[in-house]
């Protein structure tokens, strides 16, 4: 199923670390691919056009998967609201931030890093007030 011109359902419910511990990760309700695709022409979509092709490492996680990853217990990405971004390297994570800090939809936008792994998490509601928070976070 398509959520935008470049984006895939698929994309967003991808994960290795389901496939491996046997979670399906699906998403369950309409509201969850709902906000998937508002999530990608609002924020993915235009930053896609921009850069050209972005790769999602984290986007729907169901409540089993979002445990097993040590995911927030009220994580937005149980609701379809958010995804992490790789970063092919910092300087281009610079470039992604910056544009994203510029669009009128966004609820978080967090600069996080494992080690020498870095990652963009971006949210959006669909439903509801966006709070355009920014965070760096270090783990």
């Known amino acids: 199923m398509r959520l935008s011109n470049n984006f895939r359902l698929s994309e967003f419910t991808r994960s290795d670390t389901a496939k491996r511990l046997g979670i399906e990760n699906e998403c369950s309700s309409v509201e969850q691919v709902l906000n998937l695709a508002y999530l990608c022409h609002m924020v993915l979509q235009p930053l896609r056009d921009k850069f050209g092709p972005i790769r999602i490492t ?6 089993e998967l979002n445990s097993a ?15 992490d971004i790789h970063l092919p390297s910092v300087d281009k994570g610079l470039e992604y931030l910056a544009f994203l800090k510029t669009l009128p939809v966004l609820d978080q936008l967090i600069w996080e890093r494992n080690g020498d792994i870095c990652w963009i998490h971006v949210s959006a509601k669909r439903l509801g007030k966006n709070h355009r928070q920014l965070r760096t976070i270090a783990h």
Not at 70 to 78: D, L, R
């Open 58 to 63: 984290s986007g729907y996680r169901c409540p």
């Open 69 to 83: 990853v040590g995911g927030a217990s009220n994580s937005q990405h149980m609701r379809g609201e958010a995804a």
